[in-house]
């Protein structure tokens, strides 16, 4: 090709240029990550975009990126308020005209909005679905130039998922009344159905489809099986002392005393659920989201859309309902990309709950179908003796080959420590057979104690001492029955009886293995090995700098605190630690070569420079 003649104009930029100039000036960021850039420049030009990426994967730069690159202003579908104001800070910092309207706007505040909307002075709006549907923000919209529409959690759109949000089948309006303004949804949780799904309810279809790995690989997995909870609770937050993290309980019970317990213990714990005074319960999400190291002790009501980047740990001390919610709660976790950990202590009483649970509601009789074989995919995951990410992205159909040399992650308690199986076909016939004499009504605790040939008040009310079965099982001890009868559940062998007390029953499948002709594999109990996971998720999760520079590293923390409380902000909206630390390690001596530290963008270095500088100077 022969050169094009100097005509002294500098060249014209590509649009892909003038997506990575924005990431840079606007963000701080010297690259785009994935396929951050194909999706930005595909939404740019005009057209819809159904995005599939995991929480930390950078899904709100696919659009917020565009709706700076095109005329109008973007608006962000979004189901939570929480998130909007997160995403509202974070953009101020940056220099961007955003703005929500929600719930929590006195009328004059959201007046004023609308008055930026109509008169295009602002770059992205958030607004919740049940407000972008009334006939007034309709007309709004009407009025307004309109760069895009992001549709965010958009798993919401599907009946069958954890997150349902009735609203959200209506969006399909937008395409309906302005189908020249391009759409773009995004998710972090949806199975290959749910995709489906979504495309469909939202008329999608013939929008491009970007899908990432959902895998995070800054998250180590670790399933124990519960024997203490609050003990097990309490040794895995040794390791995190000072940290910020989430736990998760099943019942607003359980979030309290969880709570207490661990404030007793010296942790800064805080609970959080749907039956606390509302003003209590924001006043404990601000403590976390502004102050270091908090620690919210929750259910499942807490955690969508919180956007705090430095979450070290989740920990799930009951078992949730299905994978999906486990992989989306467990995704709050390590979002700056650094490590993180997930933990879940789980047994088979948990399992007895939830099944009741499914069958006690209100659901119609697919729907139980589907929640039975949802839970029973997640006990899959917690019994497998395979690598657990393998196992956990293969539900969002990801076949995950792995590192290879016979390891697949490396960063699960499976892959770091391989369980040791057993041929526990004996002990399973004697399990088996100890349900079905006692009649199938008894849950796990008497049957272990009649295996065990323990003396108490109901082994004498039933008579069980004269069951053949009686003390057959006085070689294993009472947590090791408890593992064998959680894992013939898990593999079929036992089912409970839900719509009763919890009972254990037999299946169809047990009688080849009563009669000896199939064979029980079963997975070790690693109590000893447990501990040692634990500590060893110290180091990785230990994030180091040099001794030398951490004195400048703690300094602009105290900066940033400043900061952060003089605005009411978060403190990660005006740096996260990751900057912080590279700003510790570099010691910029000029706004210039601040400026060129990953996350310092022209608005935050013209607003934050000259302070940061003169805390480097001050640290020598």
Same mark, same amino acid.
């Given at each position: ?14 649009? +892909? ?110 607004? +919740? ?233 209100? +659901? ?257």
């Amino acid at each position: 090709m022969l050169p094009l003649p100097d005509t002294g104009a500098p060249p014209a930029r590509t649009p +892909a240029q003038d997506a990575l100039g924005v990431l840079q000036r606007v963000f701080g960021h010297a690259a785009f990550r994935g396929e951050q850039a194909a999706i930005v420049e595909h939404v740019a030009a005009g057209h819809d975009a159904l995005v599939l990426m995991p929480t930390g994967g950078g899904k709100s730069m696919c659009y917020q990126v565009p709706a700076l690159l095109r005329d109008g202003v973007g608006i962000v579908v979004s189901p939570l308020i929480a998130l909007m104001q997160d995403q509202v800070d974070a953009l101020l910092q940056s220099g961007v005209r955003a703005a929500y309207l929600n719930s929590t706007l006195d009328a004059e505040t959201a007046q004023r909005v609308e008055r930026e909307l109509l008169a295009g002075e602002l770059d992205l709006l958030y607004v +919740a679905p049940e407000r972008l549907l009334t006939p007034r923000f309709l007309s709004l919209l009407d009025r307004a130039p309109l760069a895009l529409f992001a549709i965010d959690e958009a798993h919401c759109v599907s009946q069958w998922g954890h997150d349902f949000r009735r609203e959200y089948r209506e969006l399909t309006i937008l395409h309906e009344r302005w189908p020249q303004v391009p759409r773009i949804a995004l998710t972090a949780t949806a199975d290959p159905p749910t995709q489906r799904e979504i495309a469909e309810r939202l008329q999608l279809e013939d929008a491009r489809r970007f899908v990432s790995s959902f895998d995070r690989p800054n998250i180590r997995y670790t399933v124990v099986q519960k024997d203490n909870a609050k003990r097990q609770l309490l040794d895995f937050l040794q390791a995190h002392r000072g940290q910020a993290g989430i736990v998760y309980c099943l019942s607003r019970r359980k979030v309290e005393e969880t709570a207490e317990y661990l404030a007793g213990q010296g942790i800064d714990a805080v609970p959080y659920h749907a039956g606390m005074d509302a003003s209590l319960r924001a006043a404990n999400q601000r403590r976390f989201l502004r102050s270091e190291g908090v620690v919210v002790v929750a259910t499942i009501a807490f955690g969508m859309g919180i956007d705090k980047p430095d979450v070290r740990f989740v920990a799930h001390t009951d078992l949730p309902k299905s994978i999906e919610g486990y992989y989306q709660e467990t995704g709050r976790a390590g979002r700056d990309g650094e490590p993180a950990e997930a933990w879940m202590c789980y047994g088979l009483g948990d399992l007895v709950l939830l099944r009741q649970m499914i069958e006690q509601s209100d +659901a119609g009789d697919e729907r139980k179908r589907l929640e039975h074989r949802k839970l029973d995919a997640l006990v899959g995951y917690c019994e497998t003796m395979r690598c657990r990410r393998q196992v956990l992205l293969a539900n969002f159909g990801e076949d995950y080959a792995g590192t290879g040399e016979g390891r697949a992650c490396g960063n699960c308690d499976n892959c770091l420590d391989p369980p040791a199986a057993w041929d526990a076909t004996v002990a399973a016939q004697k399990a088996l057979s100890c349900v079905y004499r006692s009649g199938q009504r008894f849950g796990a605790a008497h049957i272990v104690d009649i295996l065990r040939g323990s003396d108490n008040e109901r082994i004498r009310q039933f008579g069980h001492a004269q069951l053949s079965t009686y003390g057959v099982g006085s070689d294993l001890d009472a947590r090791a029955w408890k593992a064998v009868l959680r894992q013939l559940v898990a593999h079929g062998l036992l089912e409970v009886d839900a719509e009763g007390y919890g009972g254990l029953r037999l299946t169809e499948a047990s009688r080849a293995v009563l009669k000896g002709a199939e064979r029980v594999m079963l997975r070790k109990p690693t109590a000893a090995r447990e501990r040692g996971r634990t500590a060893r998720a110290v180091a990785t999760a230990d994030i180091e700098l040099a001794p030398v520079d951490r004195p400048l590293y703690e300094a602009l923390r105290a900066l940033r605190a400043t900061l952060a409380r003089e605005q009411n902000v978060p403190a990660y909206v005006i740096f996260h630690d990751a900057t912080l630390r590279e700003i510790a390690r570099q010691r910029p001596l000029t706004l210039g070569q601040l400026g060129g530290i990953g996350g310092v963008g022209a608005g935050k270095l013209e607003r934050y420079g000259d302070a940061v500088l003169e805390t480097v100077h001050e640290a020598g």
